[in-house]
Structure formats: structure tokens, C-alpha cells
């Protein structure tokens, strides 16, 4: 009889051990699941020494503008983690996860060509 109870008690362990981690999973694949209710763009625009940063955050179902922030300075490459901080704190308000947001290579340049 204490074989059997033994056996049962590993059973329960086992499961067990296996649900939390079947749950663990499933919460990380839901955080690294991109959202695609949400379309992110923006735009970098550099002239004279001065550049601007924008990105926008919509919902594709709605087409209402859930975020927009943007900011100037001379270099375009530390506003980029100025604006992307903005925008995340801004979303993580109002409990919007998972957004793919544009790393700045995939700006849309508007700066004047030479």
C-alpha cells in the first residue's frame, strides 16, 4: 500500500510540475505575441543640424490615434530612445501590450535630399 500512495503522490507531482510549466509558457508567448490590433509608424526628419522625431501608435480597427510623441534635438539617433520610451510609457497607461513599435531604420525619411 505504501508503493501504491507513492506512485499516486509522483503522479500529482509530475502533473502538477507540468501545468506551471505549460502556464509559463503561455504567459511568455502572450508578452512576445505582437499585437496586432495596432499599427506603429513615424517619421525623422534632419535639416540644418536639427532633427525631429515622430512615431504614432493607431488602431486598426478604429483608426483613432492611441499615442503620438515626438521630440527635436541635434542628433536623430539619441531622440530615437527618447521617443520609443515615451511612446512605450504612454501605451503601458493605457494597458496596450505587445505593439511592434519602428526601429529607426524603418523611419520614413522627410529630410530634404542634397
Request: hydrophobic share 30%.
Amino acid at each position: 500500500m505504501n508503493k501504491s500512495y507513492s506512485k499516486i503522490r509522483h503522479i500529482q507531482e509530475v502533473n502538477q510540475r507540468l501545468e506551471n510549466r505549460m502556464l509559463s509558457e503561455q504567459v511568455t508567448s502572450a508578452q512576445t505575441t505582437p499585437n496586432s490590433q495596432y499599427m506603429a509608424a513615424g517619421t525623422k526628419f534632419c535639416f540644418f543640424g536639427s532633427c525631429r522625431l515622430d512615431i504614432k501608435v493607431v488602431d486598426k480597427n478604429t483608426s483613432q490615434i492611441m499615442t503620438s510623441k515626438g521630440a527635436e534635438g541635434p542628433d536623430v539617433n539619441s531622440l530615437y530612445p527618447q521617443v520609443i520610451k515615451l511612446v512605450q510609457d504612454d501605451l503601458t497607461s493605457k494597458k496596450i501590450t505587445g505593439v511592434t513599435l519602428p526601429t529607426l531604420e524603418q523611419l520614413q525619411d522627410t529630410s530634404p535630399k542634397k
